[in-house]
Antibody, heavy 121, light 107 residues
Framework: QVQVVQSGTEVKKPGASVTVSCKTS????????ISWVRQAPGQGLEWMGF????????NYAQKFQGRVAMTTDTPTSTAYMELRNLRSDDTAVYFC??????????????WGQGTQVTVSS | DIQMTQSPSPLSASVGDRVAITCRAS??????LNWYQQKPGKAPKLLIY???SLQSGVPSRFSGSGSGTDFTLTISSLQPEDFATYYC?????????FGGGTKLEIK
C-alpha cells in the first residue's frame, strides 16, 4: 500500500523560502513520477510541476519557473519542493502526488495529506 | 496551456438523483481526462482516468464518458457521501491543468 506523508505546517514572511518534504513508501520510488499541486483558500487545484524520480528531470508550470525547485532523495524515498521569494498569494495547501499510469494515461492516485503554507508579514 | 472549463457550479441535487457534470477542454485532448472528488479538508481522490476507466475501489455508480473536447462525469444515484467538489484534469500535455471544480450540494 502506497503511503505519502508530507511535512507539517509552515508560516513564512514575504520574500522567504519554504521547503515541503514528501516521504513515500510502499512502492519502488524510482518507478513513479511525483507532481506537486497547490490549493489556495476556497480555490481550485493548481498543478505546479513534476519530477521524474528515475532521472530527476523536472517540468515546471511556467507560472512557477525561476521560483520553484523540485528534488528527490532516492535512498530515503523522499521528494522535496522548494518555493522561493514567497508572496501572500502563495498561501495555500501544497499536495505531493505520486503519479500513476496506465499505458500513456497519467493520473494522480496517491496523494499526501497536504501541507499548509501561510505567507504573512 | 489547455484550459479546462467545468459546468455547472454549483450543482444542487437530492439523494437518489442522477447527475451529470461536464468538462470542456480548449483543444482536443483525445481521452486524456481524469476526474477527482474532493471533500473539505481532504486530498482529492481519483475516480476516473482515461475519460471512462473506473479507478479500483470506486463505486460503479460513477461513470465517465467523452473524448476530444467534451467530457461528462455521471453519478447514477446520488448517495449522501457523494456531496463534494469534483474536478476534471487533462493529462494530454503539461501543464496538467485542472478545471475550476463543480461543487455538488444537497438540495
Amino acid at each position: 500500500q502506497v503511503q505519502v506523508v508530507q511535512s507539517g505546517t509552515e508560516v513564512k514572511k514575504p520574500g522567504a523560502s519554504v521547503t515541503v518534504s514528501c516521504k513515500t513508501s510502499g512502492y519502488a520510488f524510482t518507478t513513479r513520477d511525483i507532481s506537486w499541486v497547490r490549493q489556495a483558500p476556497g480555490q481550485g487545484l493548481e498543478w505546479m510541476g513534476f519530477i521524474s524520480a528515475s532521472d530527476g528531470n523536472t517540468n515546471y508550470a511556467q507560472k512557477f519557473q525561476g521560483r520553484v525547485a523540485m528534488t528527490t532523495d532516492t535512498p530515503t524515498s523522499t521528494a522535496y519542493m522548494e518555493l522561493r521569494n514567497l508572496r501572500s498569494d502563495d498561501t495555500a495547501v501544497y499536495f505531493c502526488v505520486v503519479e500513476g499510469a496506465s499505458g500513456p494515461y497519467v493520473y494522480f492516485d496517491d496523494w499526501g495529506q497536504g501541507t499548509q503554507v501561510t505567507v504573512s508579514s | 496551456d489547455i484550459q479546462m472549463t467545468q459546468s455547472p457550479s454549483p450543482l444542487s441535487a437530492s439523494v437518489g438523483d442522477r447527475v451529470a457534470i461536464t468538462c470542456r477542454a480548449s483543444q482536443n485532448i483525445a481521452n486524456y481526462l481524469n476526474w477527482y472528488q474532493q471533500k473539505p479538508g481532504k486530498a482529492p481522490k481519483l475516480l476516473i482516468y482515461a475519460a471512462s476507466s473506473l479507478q479500483s475501489g470506486v463505486p460503479s455508480r460513477f461513470s465517465g464518458s467523452g473524448s476530444g473536447t467534451d467530457f461528462t462525469l455521471t453519478i447514477s444515484s446520488l448517495q449522501p457521501e457523494d456531496f463534494a467538489t469534483y474536478y476534471c484534469q487533462q493529462s494530454y500535455i503539461t501543464p496538467r491543468t485542472f478545471g475550476g471544480g463543480t461543487k455538488l450540494e444537497i438540495k
